[in-house]
């Protein structure tokens, strides 16, 4: 059974930074996909990044591309959001989630029901 625990959110200016992390737990194969999604008040989950555990191949959505970075650390089973120049609209409830691929699958998924595994998430809000 996978667990994922998120670590990292707060309260910060606009044009700051912030790292989230997820502890990852029961990861029993090699072809894990990794997320990160989020959900503002009254607005639908979104997909923000994501990385594949066996290769570190990245994907972001455009609204966060070169501002954010996700990583994956092998030794550790962490994978981390580094969020650079936050602005208001980065205000949400961030979830870290995991997709176990089928055997032969290899498209990337951004999409929220495709991620079997879910943290309790970690409030990030962003001041102006």
């Known amino acids: 059974q996978v667990q994922l625990v998120e670590s990292g959110g707060g309260v910060v200016q606009a044009g700051g930074s912030l790292r989230l992390s997820c502890a990852a737990s029961?990861?029993?194969?090699?072809?894990?996909?990794m997320a990160w999604f989020r959900q503002a008040p009254g607005k639908e989950r979104e997909f923000v990044a994501g990385?594949?555990?066996?290769?570190?191949?990245?994907y972001y959505t455009d609204s966060v591309k070169d501002r954010f970075i996700i990583s994956r650390d092998n030794a550790e089973n962490t994978v981390t959001l580094q969020m650079n120049s936050l602005k208001p609209e980065d205000t949400a409830d961030y979830y870290c989630?995991?997709?176990?691929?089928?055997?032969?699958?290899?498209?990337?998924?951004?999409?929220?029901?495709?991620?079997?595994?879910w943290g309790q998430g970690t409030q990030v809000t962003v001041s102006s």
């Open positions: 989630a995991a997709n176990a691929r089928p055997r032969g699958a290899t498209t990337f998924r951004t999409e929220g029901a495709r991620y079997e595994s």
């Open positions: 029961g990861l029993t194969s090699g072809r894990y996909d």
């Open positions: 990385i594949r555990w066996s290769t570190g191949n990245t």
